[in-house]
Structure formats: C-alpha cells, structure tokens
Nanobody, 121 residues
C-alpha cells in the first residue's frame, strides 16, 4: 500500500509563490509516475503536472512556465513549485502515485487527502 500526505498549501496573493510537497510511504509497491491534480467545488479534478521515475515531465498548458514539478526518488517525494500564482490556480491540490503492487501483481493508483491553495486577487 501507499500513503501520500500533501503539505505546503495556504493563502497567497496573486503573483506569489508556494511549494507543495508530497512524501509517499510505500510497502511492496514500485512507484512509476507521480503527479499533481487540482479541484474546485462543482468541477471535476483536473490534471496539473506529472513526472515519471525517469524525470519526464508534463504540464497542463495553463501552468507551463510558472509551475515546476520535481521528485526525489530516494525519498519517494514529489514537489510542485508554483510561481506567479493567479486566482484561477485556487483549488484543492492532490498528489498521486501510479505504480505496481508487487504483492498483488497489478497496477494501482493512490491519492493523498489534498491541500488547499487559495490565491487572492
């Protein structure tokens, strides 16, 4: 199993920065991709950024050039550096881990509980 705990959210003014962290506690699980998603009330959870175990990164167009995803494979931790924040970046940010359950012999995805990011105008 995998446990993910996000931290680093908060209230910031437009133009400000935040750094989110999400360490994964793993047991007989090999993590491949890790990522960040966000959700606002009344809307579906949306993709923000992902990073593979080899370091390949993908971003939603709206955050390119402002957000940077990174990870520490030794500590099984994924980060999201968010700069030049805009009010439309407001939401609950969730991290996830996609990988292989070695005991069950299948692919699985796990999610954290989320951290609130609020950007004021």
């Amino acid at each position: 199993q995998v446990q993910l705990v996000e931290s680093g959210g908060g209230l910031v003014q437009a133009g400000g920065s935040l750094r989110l962290s999400c360490p994964a506690s793993v047991n007989q699980f090999s993590i491949n991709d890790m990522g960040w998603y966000r959700q606002v009330p009344g809307k579906a959870r949306e993709f923000v950024a992902t990073i593979s175990s080899g370091g390949a990164m993908n971003y939603v167009n709206s955050v390119k050039g402002r957000f940077t995803i990174s990870r520490d494979n030794v500590k099984n931790t994924v980060f999201l550096q968010m700069n030049s924040l805009k009010p439309e970046d407001t939401g609950v940010y969730y991290c996830n881990a996609v990988g292989w359950n070695e005991r069950a012999g299948r692919g699985e995805t796990y999610w954290g509980q989320g951290t609130q990011v609020t950007v004021s105008a």
